[in-house]
């Protein structure tokens, strides 16, 4: 954890604008090394005696979203006046903390998934601390694979029949063309640029007709699946669903999530079926158990949404909504994940039965932000999403 | 006085009552010709301040609203290729030669600006405003920040055209997506909040002096109760002076006195549906009891 500087023993101005910029980072705001040289140009050009006008300027300088705006003037104070000092010597130490164990846990995630073992609890440090003994995970891993076997769970007839319904979508999904135009020879539009050029050989004559056509640029599917007890009738169709999406293209990602949420896309992709469903049942610890949909949606954002999550996202949950965590975390979460610009489609096995409203009130609080709300309680109500996607 | 008081006084004068942080955001702005990024709910006035900047200034204003899909053509430049065609026909008829005629038809005759080349090619320093760059996208952003660090423009059939007069740029985001790390850190940053009571008043007077100041008083006060409603879209300050102009019209006084011109007048602050059911007459009245 970094210390914050007491200001009065920095020997200049630069050095103390310096720590003033370490400062600020180690409280979350992103700066780099060329802010310090322009926080100290921009004190130049005001009275940077004046305490209100300096705060303004650097404001101005080193905040560039909201949140960091309406935290800079504590971040201010608490540097260069000592009466905060003591609250800010807790803030970093915080946000660094929590930094440093997101990705601690990320690193935990990749090893986990790579290697087809579980990943650690994300928050519960009593289990964390129970899995490292040794005899006790491999105990556990025993037994869950005993009560759970995805390899009975999922059929050959309903891993081919929903592997091609996901296929289909998948690829509809896909098939989103992009607004700028490219030069190809059968486009549908006229190339008026280079007619222009080839038609000055011709003495003004447009002989040779050039085109241009919207090339398609894929989307990204990022697909996150619900595994806890209530979902589990549903778990076993869902996953033939996205073992057929990840085959429609390479860059598609899986994940499923319970009390946690782990990465499946590595296993997926396992070419041999059973290594791969075996793989996935190993994963599956705690499979049918609780639901935290919005705990686990803030890991998503917080580890993998940054990297893998943008405008040309579509991000498909599929989950009934009853949470254990409160329902307002869902809706700050899935508002998060949609600031990316991705689009968000919730696929909600109860919504195919009779008369259902969505009153759980996970469901109620992220209906807001999805984009698409649809039934997937069959392999048909699948299938009827194509023309839905495809209008995305 | 410092500078930025002094912006921020001349901004005043010309009707644009803006904040501490915005007056310095803008001082900096301008002095270290960095590009200025505000962000901020719609109708806050992030869109006015190029205006009055610009006015101030007495430069230029050129505006490029930002869709999505927005692309070079009509960003930055497009061929005449109606008048390239014809002026080819013409010198093949004239018997011209091919070489020649074809650097004439790609020369500046021929090129259509589009606000950002426009932008680079004044002689005087305008004030470019890019509204909306929250919907363009991620593509159309990355090459937006090759174009604000350089301030120049390569046109393969002309070369490369670098700015003369350094624009002085404005971006607005409504926050529909997040922007880039890099553009943030590129750019002076300020959030654009809806003005408090005494800005807003100050706002109001200032477009609207003809209306009495008891009047003003309960406008703005029972705006602000209404933006601390629960509603889907909340009023920014043009429909606070809308509402004004609509209670001014109606020959209103007191805004509690006359029920059936304040119900009429909401259609001024409240856009949708949900928010019109949400705010029924009695509890209008009642804000516009505490207003008084």
Known sequence: MAITRFPARAPGPAA????????????????GPSETAAALEALTRVEAQDPQEARLALKALCCGDREEFARFDDLFDAYWQNSGRERISVHPGESAGARNSHRAQEARGFAGSGAGRPEAPDDDSDAEAAHEGEGRLVGARMRNLMQVDLRQLVTPQDIAAAEQVAIRIARAIRDRRSRRKRAHQRGESLDLRRIARASIATGGEPLRLFRRKRPERPARITAILDVSGSMALYARIFLAFLKGLMQADGETDAYLFHTRLVRITDALRDGDALRALTRLSLLAQGFGGGTRIGGNLALFNRNYAKRLVSGRSVVIIFSDGYDTDPPELIGEELARLKQRGCRIIWLNPLKGWKDYEPVARGMAAALPHLDLFAPANTLQSLADLEPELVRL | MAQWRDLQERLAQAGYVASDDLAMALHLSITLGRPLLLEGAAGVGKTQIARVLAA?????????????GLDAGHAIYEWNYQRQLLAIRAASEAGE????????????????ERPLLEAIRQDEPPVLLIDEIDRADEEFEAYLLEILSDFQITIPELGT????????????????????????????????????RTTELAILAAHRPDIETALMGQIVAFVQSVRKEDLEKKPGVAEMLDFAAALAGLGVNDITSDPAALQASLVTLLKTRRDRDAMPLEVAQRLAGVAA
Do not use: W
Request: net charge positive.
């Open chain 1, 16 to 31: 103390r604008m310096a720590g003033f910029i370490a400062h600020l980072r180690d409280g979350g705001l992103r700066l």
């Open chain 2, 56 to 68: 101030i200034r007495e430069a230029k204003l050129i505006r490029l609203q930002c869709y999505e």
């Open chain 2, 97 to 112: 030669a091919g070489s020649g005629m074809e650097a004439r038809v790609f020369s500046q005759e021929f090129l259509l």
């Open chain 2, 161 to 196: 055209i670098t700015a003369t007069a350094r624009p002085l740029v404005i971006l607005t985001s409504n926050g529909t997506r997040d922007l880039s790390d890099a553009l943030r850190r590129r750019c002076i940053y300020s959030y654009v909040d809806y003005p408090d």
